[in-house]
């Protein structure tokens, strides 16, 4: 059974700083591209920061420079490193995996409430 777990969400202030972390199970970490990705209430869910299974990153133009994302192999955990946050940042979080070969599979974490306060 294939899990994603995030944690590390909740209520900041304006300027201040969280990391995010996704623990997984079930899956073979180091073969997966991991993903960070958030929605907004009333928008569509778009793509953060992605790291690949061979440490290639990218992130959202929004957020470039203030987040940092990634991945310790050996505990199968991604993180992700915001800072400078801002009131636009809120949103639910989600955690997502996709295997870097075939047959493609992808799957998502439950998600955790980013809150950013002016």
């Known amino acids: 059974q294939v899990q994603l777990v995030e944690s590390g969400g909740g209520l900041v202030q304006a300027g201040g700083s969280l990391r995010l972390s996704c623990a997984a199970s079930g899956i073979i970490f180091g073969s997966n591209h991991m993903g960070w990705y958030r929605q907004a209430p009333g928008k569509q869910r778009e793509l953060v920061a992605r790291i690949t299974s061979g440490d290639a990153r990218n992130y959202a133009d929004s957020v470039k420079g203030r987040f940092t994302i990634s991945r310790d192999n050996a505990k199968n955990t991604v993180y992700l490193q915001m800072n400078s946050l801002k009131p636009e940042d809120t949103a639910v979080y989600y955690c997502?995996?996709?295997?870097?070969?075939?047959?493609?599979?992808?799957?998502w974490g439950q998600g955790t409430q980013v809150t950013v306060s002016s």
């Open positions: 997502n995996a996709v295997r870097a070969y075939t047959p493609r599979t992808e799957y």
